[in-house]
């Protein structure tokens, strides 16, 4: 019989609606109204990256697309994303998590999960270091800035837990309320089962939380197909799962929705300069080479996969030069199909792959400078990171190559992936 464990280990915050809230914290206009964020001004035909709770009430939420929203809510405030401003409270609001705690892993932008020590595994310690936190975050970062938290036995039902009660929760989930507190739950409900992983549960004719929870497990990591599987099953039993180790680092990549104006090719062939660039600088600042590129594109027009996208890729000798990417960038945009369907260009992708860490690199490579070759590459890499220091000192767009792509937002690409915050260096790149 499997023991279940009855510390209270972790903590788990999460903000509330947190790009709507960041909003409504820097324009009080936007206090106690329907309100929500979309990646790209100026078009109905995107969704919601973020809806506060006064919009959630009307049934208005993440991934709903703008145009019915409207129509739910004709006076619906629609704000374009400021991610850099995100970015920026993310970091005031860590500072002011860990005055309380150390932070053990930010898990997102607007979550992270710190392990409980000593004392504060006991419940009322546990609950009154929450409230703190929640009205620290309040009280010296933003008042819009409502947060959830859950408290349980191990991460993953932290996690859970914050889920529970939104907006403004606290959530306690110990191991003797498993799994009854849980039992209202769909699968879907819980971090991790997606659809795909729903249908195969499904299939193996597991429809039911209780139904996954009562499973032996080595029954779950056969029905995964994987060891997953039996960690998931561990975990949502409060057993604590140790981690698996980090993936290695093995893309760079920058993409962007086109607003409508931009979509022209031969505007779009800008945003995808300025996008490779800004990919370039990372992997500069990060200290990689790269020996592949990717450009992919979707078209503006609606239809099967195979005719609204192209992509295709360019190798090259480890580097990283912004022009002889660029160069990289022209060869295969003058591939891109010249058909009526690629005359609009609505998303752009690029990636790099084949990443090697500079102190991997063979020493001969920049050794070799009587090569001519290698001696205009290493002139070019030295002017890439000139540029990098003039445009990290006096911002944004100081030096450009080529003409820059107005109106173009100014955080092309330093888009927040839910799972990775941008460094604040990006903002400049
Ligand atoms: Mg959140």
Redo the contacts with the bound molecule.
């Keep these: 019989m499997l023991e279940i464990p009855t510390a209270l280990r972790w903590l788990y915050i999460?903000?509330?609606?947190?790009f709507a809230s960041v909003e409504q914290q820097l324009q009080p206009q936007l206090r106690g109204k329907p309100v929500v964020v979309v990646p790209t001004s100026g078009t109905d035909s995107t969704c919601a990256i973020a809806a506060c709770y006064e919009a959630k009430a009307l049934g208005i939420k993440t991934g709903t697309m703008i145009y019915d929203a409207r129509r739910i809510c004709p006076t619906l405030m629609i704000v374009p994303a400021r991610h850099d401003k995100y970015v920026d409270y993310h970091h005031r609001i860590m500072t002011e998590i860990e005055r309380h705690i150390p932070l053990t892993k930010i898990c997102s932008i607007?979550?992270v999960a710190c392990r409980l020590m000593g004392d504060e595994q006991k419940k009322d310690n546990a609950i009154a270091l929450a409230r703190r936190i929640k009205k620290g975050i309040t009280d010296n970062v933003g008042i819009c800035l409502g947060s959830s938290v859950g408290i349980a036995p191990n991460r993953f039902l932290s996690k859970v837990a914050s889920n529970l009660q939104k907006p403004d929760g606290l959530t306690v989930i110990e191991g003797q309320d498993l799994p009854g507190c849980l039992l209202h739950l769909s699968l879907r409900d819980l971090p991790g089962i997606g659809r795909k992983m729903e249908q195969r549960l499904a299939s193996a004719g597991i429809t039911s939380l209780q139904s996954f929870w009562d499973l032996a497990p080595k029954h779950a990591r056969s029905v995964w197909h994987s060891v997953q599987g039996e960690r998931f099953w561990y975990a949502l039993h409060g057993i604590e799962v140790s981690e698996p180790p980090e993936t290695k680092r093995h893309t760079i990549g920058h993409s962007h929705v086109l607003a409508p104006q931009m979509r022209p090719r031969h505007k779009a062939r800008m945003v995808a300069r300025r996008l490779t660039v800004k990919a370039v600088t990372r992997l500069r600042r990060l200290g990689f080479h790269a020996s592949l590129y990717n450009l992919y594109v979707r078209y503006d027009i609606r239809g099967p996969r195979e005719q609204t996208r192209w992509q295709s890729h360019v190798k090259l000798p480890p580097t990283q030069d912004n022009f002889a990417f660029l160069q990289a960038l022209n060869h295969l945009w003058d591939a891109i199909p010249k058909t009526q369907n690629a005359a609009r260009i609505k998303h752009i992708s690029i990636s790099l792959y084949g990443l090697i860490h500079e102190e991997d690199i063979m020493p001969d490579m920049f050794a070799r400078l009587e090569d001519p070759v290698a001696r205009n590459q290493k002139k070019n890499t030295q002017l890439s990171q000139a540029m990098d220091r003039i445009n990290g000192k006096y911002g944004l767009d100081t030096v450009v190559i080529g003409a820059l792509p107005c109106p173009l937002s100014p955080h092309t690409g330093s888009k927040i992936a839910f799972t990775r915050i941008p460094e604040k260096a990006e903002f400049h790149e």
């Design positions: 999460d903000l509330n609606s947190y607007d979550e």
